[in-house]
C-alpha cells in the first residue's frame, strides 16, 4: 500500500540528516566551553582571540563541535575523542587503556589533551614555520576536554562506550552513548531552561559560584605542577560510567523520569567540571 507522500516526507527528511552521534552534542561542547570563556584570565583570553579564526568572532563556543565536524575530514583523528577501557572493570590506567584499535600508544582523548596542550605551550615562543597549527590545537583541545568529562567517553570495549546498548529514552530508540551526549542535556533544556541553552550555563555559573564554590579550586588543581592532568578526568568517568550510567541499564531498558532525575545531577556537574578545567588549562599554558 502506497504512504500518501505527506506522511512519507518527515520519515525522508529525518532519514538524510541521521543525529550525530559522538561526544557531548553540540549543546554539552557549547556549554563547556561556555563555562570555560567567563574564566580566562586576560593573558589567555588574548591568546585564544588571537588563534580563533576571524570567522568565529572571538567566540571560542562557536567553534567547540569543529572537532567532530572535520572527522571524517581528518580520520586518524576520530580514535582521540574517547578511551575504551576493559570490560566491567570500571577503572583505567593510561599505560594499559590509552591505545587505538590497532594498539597505537597515546591515541586516545588523554593523550589527545596531552598532545594538544604541548603544542599550544609553544605559542610565545614558535617561530612562524612552526611545525603545528595551533588554531587547530586549541579547537581539539578545548573540544577533548569537554569529551573527557562525559562518562561515557570513557567506557568498556565490548560496548564502545554506551553505543552498541539500544535502549528507549521515554518513547525515542536510541542507544546509551547518546542518551549521555545529548538526551539528558536536551530534556533538562525542555524541563527547565525555557531559553535554552545560555539559561543552562547561567544556571551552572550560578552554582560554580555558590553551591559548587569551595569544590572548584579543587578540580582546577593537579598534582607535580603538570599543566593538565587527563588521566584523574578520565578516571572520574569511567567511575562515573560505572556508578551512574551503565547501572541498572540493560539492552533495551526504558529510561524516563526516575532515571533522569537521578543522572541529571552527574551531567551537571561534569559539565561544569570541564568548563572550569578547560579554563584552568588555557590560563596555565598562556600564562
Ligand atoms: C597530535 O597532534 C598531531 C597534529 O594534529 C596529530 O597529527 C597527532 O595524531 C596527534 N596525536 C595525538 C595522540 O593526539
Ligand atoms: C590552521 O587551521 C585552521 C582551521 O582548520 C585553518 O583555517 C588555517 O588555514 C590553518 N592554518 C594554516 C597556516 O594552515
Ligand atoms: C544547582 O544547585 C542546586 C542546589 O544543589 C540544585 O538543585 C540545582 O539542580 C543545581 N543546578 C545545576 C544546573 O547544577
Ligand atoms: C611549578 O611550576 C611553577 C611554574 O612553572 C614553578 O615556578 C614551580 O617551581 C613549580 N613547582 C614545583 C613543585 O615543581
Ligand atoms: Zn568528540
Not at 596531552?114 to 597549527?133: D, E, F, G, I, K
Not at 568529562?149 to 562506550?161: A, E, N
Request: with cysteine; glycine share 6%; net charge negative.
Amino acid at each position: 500500500m502506497q504512504q500518501p507522500i505527506t506522511t512519507l516526507l518527515p520519515l525522508l527528511l529525518f532519514a538524510a540528516f541521521p543525529a550525530p552521534s559522538n561526544a557531548w552534542g553540540v549543546h554539552g561542547h557549547l556549554i563547556v566551553c561556555k563555562i570555560a570563556q567567563g574564566r580566562l584570565s586576560d593573558a589567555a583570553a588574548a591568546a585564544v582571540r588571537g588563534l580563533l579564526p576571524s570567522y568565529a568572532g572571538g567566540d571560542l563556543s562557536s567553534l567547540c563541535s569543529w572537532a567532530d565536524d572535520v572527522k571524517f575530514r581528518y580520520p586518524w583523528s576520530a580514535p582521540l575523542h574517547y578511551i575504551d577501557t576493559p570490560d566491567r572493570l570500571c577503572g583505567y590506567t593510561y599505560d594499559r587503556d590509552c591505545k587505538d584499535e590497532d594498539g597505537v600508544e597515546g591515541r586516545c582523548v588523554a593523550g589527545a589533551i596531552n598532545n594538544y596542550t604541548s603544542q599550544l605551550l609553544t605559542y610565545h615562543t614558535a617561530s612562524p614555520s612552526t611545525q603545528y597549527n595551533l588554531t587547530q590545537a586549541l579547537l581539539f583541545l578545548a573540544h577533548f576536554m569537554g569529551d573527557i568529562h562525559q562518562p561515557l567517553h570513557v567506557g568498556f570495549t565490548s560496548d564502545k562506550g554506551g553505543n552498541t546498548i539500544d535502549v528507549n529514552w521515554y518513547k525515542r530508540k536510541t542507544v546509551l552513548h547518546h542518551v549521555w551526549d545529548d538526551n539528558i542535556i536536551e530534556t533538562a533544556e525542555d524541563e527547565y531552561y525555557g531559553e535554552g541553552v545560555a539559561e543552562f550555563v547561567d544556571a551552572l555559573l550560578q552554582n560554580i559560584t555558590g553551591e559548587w564554590s569551595q569544590r572548584v579550586q579543587g578540580w582546577e588543581e593537579c598534582s607535580k605542577n603538570q599543566t593538565t592532568c587527563p588521566d584523574m578526568y578520565a578516571s572520574e568517568s569511567i567511575t562515573a560510567a560505572c556508578d551512574w550510567a551503565y547501572k541498572d541499564v540493560a539492552e533495551n531498558s526504558v529510561l524516563e523520569d526516575a532515571y533522569f532525575w537521578s543522572r541529571l545531577p552527574v551531567v551537571n556537574l561534569r559539565l561544569a567540571q570541564g568548563g572550569v578545567r578547560l579554563a584552568a588549562t588555557l590560563n596555565r599554558i598562556f600564562s
